[in-house]
């Protein structure tokens, strides 16, 4: 299958910084990509969706100024979390669809954001 | 909404003790039904991707299928290294987005 990295692995932060996350395609390229969160002992929940080129769509409850997302090349995406604060603590996940590919999201490994 | 309801939340079972997980499903037309192995701490690795009512797919130890309303996946033979959390979603038609239900943690004791 594709192969999807993230950057860094786990992070720890002060309340109030801005912590940003890779995440990028390594063998593939990826229109769209994806961002979920997981809190402990739960299921993924999709935040955003991201296109190449323009801006994310956001689901609902999510705040786009809060969780800022760029889709600046077919191979990376960021997701910013500004102003972190505890409650923020969780496991970000990226996922990447590859173009003209199957309808399969393949997901990256995960970032561990804990805000203290 | 989409809905996805996986069952049992755990499941605990002795090497080479087969079991099935199940995932229910509510959606408007179904794109597709997609089968997801976690391990603690990392990211969700594909399994299957299933399209419509009577497929089956199959993977070593594993085999999927697909109703018009639930998912089944099949361990047969369990081994431990099998133990993990497995995930269901689905995919809406016209839409790239998955709806993940609570995830089956499966534990297999040698």
């Known amino acids: 299958g594709a192969v999807v990295s993230q950057h860094p692995s786990r992070v720890i932060c002060k309340s109030g910084t801005s912590v940003k996350i890779e995440c990028r395609s390594l063998d593939f390229q990826a229109t769209t990509m994806f961002w979920y969160r997981q809190f402990p002992k739960q299921s993924l929940m999709l935040m955003a969706t991201?296109?190449?080129?323009?801006?994310?769509?956001?689901e609902q409850g999510v705040e786009k100024d809060k969780f800022l997302i760029n889709h600046a090349s077919l191979t990376l995406s960021t997701l910013t979390v500004t102003s972190a604060h505890p409650e923020d603590s969780s496991f970000y996940i990226c996922?990447?669809?590859?173009?003209?590919?199957?309808?399969?999201?393949?997901f990256g490994p995960g970032t561990r954001l804990t805000v203290l | 909404e989409d809905q996805v309801t996986q069952s049992p939340e755990a499941l605990r079972l002795q090497e080479g003790e087969s079991s099935s997980l199940n995932c229910s499903y509510t959606?408007?037309?179904?794109?597709?039904l997609f089968w997801y192995r976690q391990d603690p701490g990392k990211g969700p690795e594909f399994l299957f991707t299933?399209?419509?009512a009577g497929e089956e797919k199959e993977k070593e130890r594993l085999k999927a299928t697909l109703t018009k309303k639930e998912s089944f996946l099949h361990i047969t033979a369990p081994k431990p290294e099998d133990s993990a959390t497995y995930l269901c979603?689905?995919?809406?038609?016209?839409?790239?987005?998955?709806?993940f239900g609570a995830g089956t943690t499966v534990t297999v004791r040698a």
């Open positions: 959606v408007s037309g179904l794109r597709g």
């Open positions: 299933l399209y419509s």
């Open positions: 979603a689905v995919q809406a038609p016209g839409d790239y987005k998955l709806s």
């Open positions: 996922s990447g669809s590859e173009i003209g590919g199957s309808d399969e999201q393949f």
């Open positions: 991201s296109n190449e080129g323009s801006k994310a769509t956001y």
